[in-house]
């Protein structure tokens, strides 16, 4: 039985399959002495462990500790590569990319095997385009909703206001709204400008996974919700590996 774990900022997901099949799955916090509540009950099982991370290294550190307390099965993380199969990165310097950036696209490539879109909509929102070939295009990096809320409450103290997340993108008439409208708007902006690019490149959908993907799609993002996108690219490359 093999043991995934997507491991972002601050949350992660698990999940434990056998032959290709779930037989468990959850979610928790890095942070929590337990990040991965329910997992005890199947850790006599486990066979291997495959990690996809984006964590700080004093987090992964943690999480690795954890892992081996859990189980005596091999722990594995897996980092973004130049290319696999016909899946070729963009990056020159490739293990610069997050890894959940390589995972979520090899997993939309292994699925549809076509030109193709994903937004991971978590802490920060990345979008990557591949074309029909299996060849990144590059993306784009920008800071998620959590993260433009704490830096306006942060880094612009006056300006008060409770964090809502609304769908309106009409100017707004008190503080509260201006704030909360305006991160809609630009929330909206680039969904259109996602909407422009698979145009101009011709591809022919797009897939969103994270935290906040019914946002954009509520939004008007025109996608398909793929919300275990990265740990079943990670399963597809752990089992690829195991299989040689």
């Known amino acids: 039985m093999r043991l995934l774990v997507d491991a972002g900022n601050s949350r992660l997901k698990w999940r434990l399959a056998q032959a290709g099949q779930i037989v468990a799955q959850g979610v928790g916090k890095l942070d929590d ?3 991965m509540p329910g997992l005890e009950a199947n850790s006599r099982e486990i066979t291997g462990v495959a990690v996809s991370t984006v964590a700080a290294e004093d987090k992964r550190l943690g999480l690795q500790a954890f892992l081996e307390r859990q189980t005596e099965a091999p722990v594995r993380f897996y980092w973004s590569e130049p290319e696999r199969g016909e899946l070729v990165n963009a990056y020159n310097d490739y293990p610069k990319m997050g ?3 390589w995972h979520a696209m090899y997993g939309a490539w292994s699925l549809y095997r076509q030109g193709v879109a994903v937004v991971d909509a978590g802490s920060a ?3 990557d385009y591949v074309d029909g ?3 990144h295009l590059g993306g784009f990096i920008l800071p998620g909703l959590q993260m433009m809320l704490r830096s306006l409450k ?3 103290a006056r300006i008060g206001f409770d964090p809502d997340q609304v769908l309106e ?3 707004g008439h008190s503080t509260g709204e201006c704030v909360n409208h305006g991160l809609a708007w630009l929330s909206a902006a680039m969904v259109e400008r996602v909407h422009a690019d698979v145009r101009t490149f ?3 959908r797009i897939l969103v996974t994270g935290g906040d993907a019914g946002r954009l799609l509520g939004l008007g993002l025109s996608a398909e919700m793929q919300p275990q996108l990265v740990l079943d690219g990670l399963a597809l490359i752990d089992s690829e590996d195991h299989a040689q």
Request: aromatic share 0%; glycine share 10%; hydrophobic share 30%.
């Open 169 to 171: 993108t009409s100017p």
């Open 202 to 204: 011709g591809l022919e």
């Open 99 to 101: 890894a959940d950036r």
């Open 125 to 127: 929102v990345t979008v």
């Open 33 to 35: 002495a337990n990040p």
């Open 133 to 135: 070939s299996g060849q």
């Open 154 to 156: 942060k880094d612009a």
